[in-house]
């Protein structure tokens, strides 16, 4: 076997096992889904250690030995040195952060509350395959198996706490739904804007969204809603791919009434 390679923008064994794993967890493959985790997991360096870093840092780096693959990439505007996205992470999420996580203090400027990349080149890769994910995909897959060892679920999750929070002590759940709860959170905090979180709303349950949006600062702003199991939660076909392949079946929302907005 050739030897684990990391860097260089290419893919490698690690992350092709990692993304296994996503898949498994999306398809309810619960062994497989463990399987290809440990896999990635033993392949992998390992966690890094935010808490025993001090500088602020963004995730598409290969200096850090836990991303696997970095792939994309984004037109960055350095004039400040920090970049900040077009949109803004929600109170809710921001709360959920214990205030000792390295993370809370590295990932946002909380003074205007939105997620930054710091100190990058212009034009780079800008998402990443990390080995933080195969350990999450891995903790709740055993939580779904019938006869899962959750004492290694829970280690994968007190792993992941401890190289996040500063003075972090382990804790020791027992129920399964708790520990499951526990470790779907920490995927919400790990994982927050890498293009995770709309499948994960979709597999569990399709809650009710509302969002506030507005066309200028001049305009009043208004609440979209997507309810609860909506049928938006996938989107209509467009009409020309259906011209090119008559054998699709159009999604339901195609159907449904033009969504309108509450004025606040």
């Not at 804007?193 to 399709?206: A, I, K, N, P, S």
């Amino acid at each position: 076997l050739y030897p684990p390679t990391r860097g260089g923008y290419r893919v490698n064994l690690a992350s092709v096992y990692i993304l296994l794993s996503r898949v498994y967890l999306y398809m309810e493959r619960w062994d497989d889904a463990v399987d290809a985790a440990g896999k990635a997991i033993v392949l992998s360096p390992g966690l890094s250690d935010y808490t025993a870093l001090s500088t602020p840092f963004y995730l598409a780096t290969y200096d850090l030995d836990e991303v696997e693959w970095l792939y994309g990439s984004s037109s960055i505007n350095l004039s400040s040195g920090l970049t900040t996205l077009g949109f803004s992470p929600s109170a809710d999420l921001l709360s959920r952060y214990d205030p000792a996580d390295k993370r809370l203090q590295f990932w946002f400027v909380l003074s205007s509350k939105r997620i930054t990349k710091a100190n990058i080149p212009s034009v780079r890769p800008s998402c990443a395959i990390r080995v933080s994910e195969a350990l999450l995909n891995r903790a709740e897959a055993i939580t779904r198996q019938e006869n899962g060892d959750l004492a290694a679920a829970l280690a994968d999750l007190n792993l992941l706490r401890r190289n996040r929070v500063t003075g972090y002590a382990n804790v020791n759940i027992t129920d399964r739904q708790l520990l499951r709860a526990e470790i779907l959170l920490e995927r919400r905090l790990e994982l927050c804007f890498e293009v995770h979180r709309w499948f994960d709303l979709r597999r569990l349950g399709m809650p009710a969204i509302s969002h506030r949006y507005r066309d200028s600062n001049a305009s009043p702003w208004a609440t979209y809603t997507l309810n609860e199991r909506d049928p938006l939660y996938t989107l209509p076909i467009p009409n020309d791919m259906i011209e090119h392949n008559n054998a699709l079946r159009q999604n339901e929302s195609a159907y449904g009434p033009e969504r309108t907005a509450s004025s606040l």
